[in-house]
């Protein structure tokens, strides 16, 4: 993977990540009620409902909010059933696009998606059919300069995979598993990423400029925007991003 591509995905990323946050409290309540769901209510035996409690409060949500979510989640009060579903398709210039929902209603889901991706010049796909183009990792990002050797240091220690710095920016990469626990290490010794969540990376890009890459970027914004949906990956490279 080309390394100028991967720093303008990250910004890019980035920068995407904070044009949603209008929509970011009802987002973090479906993946803290689907969390404590699938493992549970206590945060300190069930990573992925910590990690989605830490980035609701970083999001200044109220912890009655959030644990009322879990309960619901975990079936001690009544509420929506939401569940996990991925959806796959192509967009312009054929670049592969992975769609992760949560939802209590599949047909509304599947229709939405399919709407976003025929509105924008892409079509869905069936499940497999881009899935295997990318691989799931814990990314946690570091801009501004911030000290690559004290990263260095603690992602090492903490057991991360891999550390990489390019224009400022520093990108520690982990497993799903002990994602979590990498964080973790960064924010007991005082440093705050400036982007931390698990990702689905593309094993290979299809660089776009132009025309294509304004309709991908819409295609995407379309489908974040979307209620249900819960993240979006793509392996286009946005040239000048």
């Known amino acids: 993977m080309a390394g100028h591509s991967k720093w303008a995905n990250i910004k890019f990323r980035k920068a995407a990540q904070d044009a949603k946050r209008g929509k970011v409290f009802t987002k973090l309540i479906k993946e803290i009620t689907v969390s404590a769901r699938i493992g549970g209510s206590d945060a300190d035996a069930n990573p992925r409902l910590r990690t989605a409690i830490d980035k609701a409060l970083a999001a200044n949500m109220t912890r009655d909010t959030i644990e009322r ?86 992602a090492l220690d903490a057991g991360a995979e891999d550390i990489e710095s390019e224009d400022g920016v520093t990108e520690v990469t982990t497993t799903p598993d002990i994602f979590h626990d990498v964080e973790q290490a960064f924010r007991d010794a005082g440093l705050t990423p400036d982007m931390a969540e698990i990702i689905q990376r593309p094993s290979s890009e299809t660089e776009l400029a132009g025309e294509d890459a304004d309709r991908v970027m819409k295609l995407i914004g379309a489908l974040e925007d979307l209620d249900d949906v819960q993240d979006v990956f793509t392996n286009a490279s946005f040239t000048g991003a």
């Not at 696009?97 to 209590?104: F, K, M």
């Not at 509105?119 to 690559?148: M, P, W």
Request: net charge negative.
């Open 69 to 154: 979510a879990v309960k619901r989640g975990a079936g001690e009060v009544d509420g929506a059933d939401y569940e996990d579903i991925r959806y796959e398709g192509y967009g312009p210039g054929g670049v592969a696009v992975l769609v992760e929902t949560s939802t209590d209603n599949r047909n509304r889901t599947v229709g939405e998606v399919r709407h976003a991706f025929t509105k924008h010049g892409g079509n869905l796909g069936t499940d497999g059919s881009v899935a295997y183009l990318f691989t799931r990792l814990g990314s946690i990002v570091f801009s501004d300069g911030q000290d690559e050797e004290r990263i260095m240091e603690i």
